[in-house]
């Protein structure tokens, strides 16, 4: 992790701080409350490694998700 963290630091500055940034956020997600069970991480990555799973557009989501709001 050192070795790591020493090469990090020859980086340019831009790039020191996407690494920043990152860290930072995984550093939050450990005290986030919200997170997922077991089962749901578990069927999360079902759903991603399923290459026939159905897809639809952002436009084609919010069009259903506002049907489903006024019906």
Partial sequence: MKDI???VLSWPAE???DAADILIAMEASDSSEIGLS???ADEVRRRLA???AETISLEEFTAHFKRRLNP
Avoid: K
Wanted: glycine share 0%; no cysteine.
């Fill in 50 to 52: 399923d290459v026939d």
């Fill in 5 to 7: 963290l020493d090469r």
């Fill in 38 to 40: 077991d089962a749901q």
């Fill in 15 to 17: 790039r020191q701080e």
